[in-house]
């Protein structure tokens, strides 16, 4: 197939959105087909290409407060320029919001099947960063954008539902991969444990951006827990605020390369605090290291956490509960033992292969449903 990927987000930024485009056009590569990125040019420093294929760069802005997250602002006539030079089968538009609407607009006037890749939560997203008037606006935007689309994919059955709800049509699911080699429970360092808690504590941590949708100042129930020592991996606009809220944590900043799965397998348990996540990848990824897992039970999370078998979801909101769920974990090592196998047995399957050759399915469901829309 031919495949024109539209994403609002591209290296050199380093995001789910990001990062599952990077594995698409590689698994696209490893089967024989073509692909074309349409990606924010972030200040210039986009590549060229990737996976042998090429990069289209576009003009780019940024959200208000976090400049370190571009979206394309190019054209309904650039697009359509390039997309009519390459002849895509189907536009792939990830998190879909300026740059992908005009994609998904311009496919949809051209007679091209796109699917549309739902992957944050803009609206919600929003209201962390003190534009709550701008909600309604961005579900408006988000539902025309994706009733134009020829389908919809969601990360989860949580978010599909929430899709649903606001009136999108055609919603599919999506889930994502994980790297079972690069993240393993051999990974785990006992070096690198013992700088990180000297005294024997357990370690518990959490990896991701350190921005306001990600709610890390949560982890502050945590703080005086004890026998634990707090790990902080990442980083981002409130890494300032953090260490201040957070005194007792060690903050490692952001990891990559080899570095990342061995703090990650090296941890006790992982909390992932945020109530925004569509999917929450490191979650995934901490499953797969063999670390137990607690998160809200909102979004993602839900279909990733076997709750009282790979970890536990708390209500969102309700601190107590996380604390308590830490705490049972770090002070039974006999259940987290049993929890950390668990972890890893719950990825097995969940291959990027497998995962993108199902969006291939997708991509080719995608052409026959558009196909017959035609004939009709």
Known sequence: MRVAIVTESFLPSVNGVAHSVMRVLEHLRDTGHQALVIAPSSGGQAPSSYAGFPVVAAPSGTFPGYPDLPFGVTTSLRLETVLADFQPDVVHAAAPISMGHKAVTVAHRM?????????????????RYWIGPAQSFIWRRVRNTHSLATMTLAPSSYTRQV??????????????GVDAVRFSPGRRDEELRRRLAPGGERIVGYVGRLAPEKQVEDLRVLADLPGTRLVVIGDGPRRPELEAELPGAVFLGQLTGDDLPRAMAS???????????????????????????????????IDLIDPSHTGWLYPAGDLATLRSQVQDLVGDERKR?????????????????AVCERLVGHYRAAVEAHRLQQVV
């Not at 091209?112 to 609206?123: L, N």
């Not at 899709?163 to 994502?176: C, F, Q």
């Not at 950390?340 to 292969?353: I, L, Y």
């Open 111 to 127: 007679g091209i099947p796109s699917v549309a890749v739902y992957q944050t939560e803009y609206a919600s997203f929003a209201t």
């Open 163 to 176: 899709l649903i709800n606001r009136g999108i049509p055609r919603v599919g699911m999506w889930g994502r």
């Open 267 to 301: 941890l006790d348990v992982f909390v992932h605090p945020g109530e925004m996540e569509t999917f929450c990848q490191s979650v995934q990824e901490a499953l797969a290291s063999g670390v137990p897992a607690i998160a809200p039970a909102r979004g993602g999370p």
């Open 337 to 353: 033992l049993a929890f950390s196998r668990a972890a890893r047995e719950s990825v097995r399957g969940r291959t990027w292969s």
